[in-house]
């Protein structure tokens, strides 16, 4: 029987999935973030950007595909995450305008700001995009400082008609004062810079960089790795915030996030997997020079793994935006969500997902039969 | 209260104003130079000469760089919903977050998975697979705008939802009512034809420089070939779907239509202005100062348009404010006061709901129910203080229009003209008809913003006609901060708008020759 609660939980999924799906599509990011320190001749940073170049549009597409889906099932969420942490959402976002003119104008005549700025740009982007990224979903375990009141509208707050009040002046900034939020948004960041070198070793064929993206597999995974673990441990033994389902008051639950594992085990088993996998992928692409398909067990694993934690953040009674300021005014998948309505008609809707997959694996494979060498800047016409 | 001053208010529609209007810019070029790619690629597949697929080529090439920049512009635009009109967000978010989402799964991808074939595919695909590619690419594009404009739509003339005073929100209960209004089907059609137009300008243009300069002129005897008839056909549509907004906003949203006309006083039988200039010494709706300079009317052509009968009563701005008229249903309009005081029973009466409710009233809570739901329809009215606060500004509403409509007529002229000397073989050696074209582009361009300023300013003060004013649709943010972004995005899109010229002058001075 598909009932509200089970739509909630459906598309709370499907969030988590896009949130896993858009860390993995990060590789493109991270490959912006070494044009310049990976590729050491011109030719080498043509053929990374023309390698990123035609992948970069599906980090983009998922990212908004991320932000309208987030809207139409959680409303709540959008009106006051971004208009209360106002510039952390601005600032990924004027990063992803800068990125996605620079693969186009780059190299072409006239584009008065010369190839150094775009890849700039570029390089900008694929910093910020994964920190911001990652500190901003670290606030799903960390809190935020806001107060939910639906009576503003109708002036019973006195504050105005504003549902959703930040109560920071900093607009989000602040979360940057948690050690905690870097942690995961240099996990991010370094897991980015780790998937696109696999990702390097996988589709280029140039022997010197492909030997040195091996050796940027190591220097970007351990770190990834370190600040991973330390977020998670962090995570573990934190108190969470957790829901009384009768009464629906939020509290703090010591080892609130670990006991969600312990109370999910298939979700603990699938996040193991993703760990074990993305950690498999890295491994071996370091100790065995022939093996190029680490991209995709770390793909796979990551794309595994971030779902997993999306999910503990927001089933088994658990707010998964949760405030410090005002803790009843948490966030969670059930006083948050759209109408039992709108979650059907996009649960319909969603049907069409494997559709899109379909074709885009399609594409994907059109395009990559064979590996991409600086020989290919030469002959393709759409070179950047 | 405070934090809700106009200053902040003010920053952030014009930030939305800004970053729409730069988005704008680009869009319709991807819509209309894709079609036109797109024809110029199917001839190339079913001639096989390899001049067509130079052309589609070179087309193509400009379509990526303006679409790199459409991209970034409409990123932000997504997002500005929660960041600056978060309870925007959340009150119709049930409704208007769909159309985002499904935009998102179905078009975008389609958008970004099929371009990058078209771009990289020449040498990896066949011939075939890179047409299709090529069609869903710019069926992608088409797609994404039709939901964004259900969206938009939707706001301009709300269907398909109840209020539910538990969660103080819009919520939907019919999806078609939504995706299916009359007024989004119009409002599509009229914005893509519009953009097809722009396209058929912009193709006829360039290809007229060429021929100015006497070079490529194969290319550009081919391009305009297909852009002349592409773009009669497109304004000639533009003229019939326009015709269907004018309808549609005299039904629903009466006071963007007398704002359209500079009409204060209204009148059965009232006249369209064809060519006419307001008094710039009219202030206020109130303040009895003669609204026209000069004007010349088609007679009886408003009343046909907004009512389909030649004779029909067209309310004006005062006649709005004050109710009294009668409305094509047959009942009384209320006037502005009225409407107030009702909005304002509704929201008193949805407060007292939620106190009911907490205090465990149910039946209480019920009476309130009730009287909210018969005063909601003014639900709107009651965050207003003042009726000038009803009236967009007129000048700017009523001279976008005109401009617009006259721009639109002069492009149905070109085009026939274009088309004419086409069959007539003397385009090549028409200098002045050359000229004409290639000097009409940025026409193209100022009609297009033109249409979206009629379309949002004039439906002032509403982000949700009568249900939600601006003043209650903001974000608590300070002024400072939006004042912030406001300049660094003004900052950005300028730049990149200076570099895509630049390009694009580039590439086409470069031609499709290398």
Redo the contacts between chains.
């Keep these: 029987m598909i009932t509200y609660s089970f739509l909630q939980e459906y598309w709370w999924f499907i969030i988590s999935l896009l949130g896993g799906l858009l860390v993995f599509l990060l590789f493109v990011q991270g490959g912006q973030s070494m044009i310049k320190s990976l590729g050491k001749t011109e030719d080498e940073r043509r053929l990374i950007v023309y390698a990123l170049g035609r992948k970069w549009e599906y980090t983009f597409t998922t990212l908004v595909t991320f932000g309208g889906a987030f809207f139409a099932s959680f409303p709540l969420f959008y009106s006051t995450s971004f208009g209360g942490a106002y510039w952390v959402w601005m600032l990924l976002l004027f990063s992803f305008v800068l990125q996605a003119v620079s693969y186009e104008f780059q190299s072409k005549p006239g584009n008065v700001f010369g190839t150094g700025t775009y890849r700039t740009f570029l390089f900008l982007n694929g910093l910020l995009g994964p920190f911001l990224i990652g500190a901003a979903v670290a606030t799903f375990y960390t809190g935020s400082a806001f107060a939910v009141s639906k009576g503003n509208l109708v002036g019973l707050g006195g504050v105005g008609p504003v549902i959703s009040q930040w109560q920071n002046p900093l607009h989000g900034l602040e979360a940057l004062f948690d050690i905690r939020n870097w942690c995961l948004g240099l996990a991010v960041l370094f897991l980015a810079r780790t998937l696109a070198a696999l990702f390097f070793v996988n589709r280029l064929d140039d022997e010197s960089l492909v030997s040195r993206a091996r050796k940027y597999v190591l220097y970007n995974g351990i770190p990834f790795v370190v600040f991973f673990l330390t977020f998670l441990i962090w995570t573990l033994v934190a108190k969470g915030f957790a829901v009384d389902p009768a009464t629906k008051a939020v509290s703090l639950e010591p080892l609130k996030y670990l006991n969600n594992f312990i109370q999910m085990p298939i979700v603990l088993i699938f996040f193991l997997l993703g760990v074990v996998a993305v950690l498999y992928g890295v491994i071996a692409t370091v100790f065995q020079t022939g093996f190029k398909k680490g991209i995709w067990f770390a793909g796979a694993g990551t794309v595994i793994t971030v779902t997993m934690l999306l999910l503990i953040a927001g089933y088994n009674n658990t707010a998964y935006y949760p405030s410090t300021a005002d803790l009843q005014s948490s966030l969670t998948i059930r006083n948050s969500s759209s109408s039992e309505f709108t979650l059907t008609a996009m649960s319909i809707v969603s049907i069409l997902v494997p559709f899109v997959l379909a074709y885009i694996i399609y594409a994907w494979r059109a395009l990559e039969k064979k590996r991409l060498s600086v020989e290919d800047l030469k002959t393709d016409g759409h070179a950047y | 209260?405070?934090?809700?001053n106009s200053s902040l208010l003010e920053w952030s529609r014009a930030q939305f104003a800004m970053t729409a209007g730069y988005h704008w810019l680009f869009v319709p070029l991807t819509l209309g130079l894709g079609i036109i790619m797109s024809i110029v690629e199917s001839i190339y597949v079913k001639t096989g000469d390899e001049k067509w697929k130079k052309a589609a080529?070179f087309w193509q090439l400009i379509f990526?760089?303006n679409?790199?920049?459409g991209?970034?512009?409409?990123?932000?635009l997504?997002?500005q919903?929660?960041?600056?009109?978060?309870?925007?967000?959340?009150?119709v978010?049930?409704?208007?977050?769909?159309p985002?989402?499904?935009?998102?799964?179905?078009a975008?991808?389609?958008?970004?998975?099929?371009?990058?074939?078209m771009?990289?595919?020449?040498?990896?695909?066949g011939k075939k697979?890179h047409l299709a590619?090529t069609w869903l690419t710019v069926g992608g594009a088409t797609l994404s705008a039709y939901w964004i404009l259900v969206a938009n739509a939707w706001m301009q003339y709300p269907a398909g939802m109840a209020f539910?005073p538990e969660?103080?929100?819009n919520?939907?209960?019919s999806?078609w009512s939504v995706a299916l209004s009359p007024f989004a089907v119009n409002k599509f059609f009229h914005t893509v034809v519009s953009a097809w137009g722009l396209g058929a300008a912009f193709v006829s243009g360039v290809s007229a420089w060429y021929l100015i300069k006497n070079r490529n002129n194969d290319f550009a005897l081919k391009s305009i070939k297909v852009s002349a008839i592409f773009g009669l056909v497109s304004f000639l549509l533009l003229a019939i779907t326009g015709d269907g907004s004018a309808y549609q906003v005299a039904q629903k949203q009466p006071m963007k239509l007398a704002a359209m006309e500079g009409l204060y006083k209204g009148h059965e039988g009232a006249g369209l202005i064809a060519v006419g200039m307001l008094n710039p010494a009219k202030k206020a709706y109130d303040d009895n100062v003669d609204p026209y300079a000069f004007k010349i009317e088609l007679p009886k052509m408003l009343s046909l348009m907004g009512y389909r009968n030649i004779n029909a009563f067209v309310p004006g701005i005062n006649d709005i404010v004050a109710g009294g008229y009668a409305l094509p249903d047959g009942s009384i309009a209320l006037s502005f006061e009225e409407k107030r005081s009702r909005g304002q029973k509704a929201?008193?009466a949805?407060?007292n709901f939620?106190?009911a409710k907490k205090a465990g009233l149910d039946s209480e809570a019920a009476q309130y129910e009730a009287v909210l739901r018969e005063n909601y329809p003014y639900f709107g009215y009651g965050?207003l203080t003042d009726a000038h606060q009803l009236v967009p500004n007129v000048p700017l509403t009523f001279y976008s229009f005109h401009i617009m409509v006259i721009i639109g007529a002069y492009f149905i002229l070109l085009f026939l003209v274009l088309c004419w000397y086409n069959c007539k073989k003397k385009i090549e050696s028409t200098r002045w008809l050359q000229y004409v074209a290639l000097w009409s582009i940025p026409l193209a361009y100022i009609a297009g913003q033109l249409g979206w300023v009629v379309a949002e300013v004039g439906r002032q003060p509403w982000t949700i006609q009568d249900v939600l004013p601006l003043?209650?649709a903001?974000?608590?943010?300070?002024a400072g901060?939006v004042i912030i972004?406001f300049t660094?995005?003004a900052l950005?899109f300028t730049?990149?708008l200076?570099?895509?010229i630049?390009?694009m002058?580039?590439?086409i001075k470069?031609g499709p020759e290398d």
Excluded: C, P
């Excluded at chain 2, 771009?119 to 695909?125: I, L, Q």
């Design positions: 209260m405070e934090l809700l080529k990526g760089i679409f790199a920049i991209v970034a512009t409409g990123i932000i997504e997002f919903f929660g960041t600056n009109w978060s309870n925007y967000s959340w009150f978010g049930d409704i208007f977050g769909a985002l989402a499904i935009e998102g799964i179905v975008f991808f389609l958008e970004a998975t099929f371009i990058s074939i771009f990289f595919g020449w040498n990896r695909v697979t590619s539910n969660t103080v929100r919520e939907m209960v999806f929201i008193e949805l407060a939620q106190e965050y003043q209650a903001v974000s608590s943010l300070s901060n972004t660094l995005f950005l730049a990149l200076i570099a895509e630049t390009i002058v580039k590439q470069k």
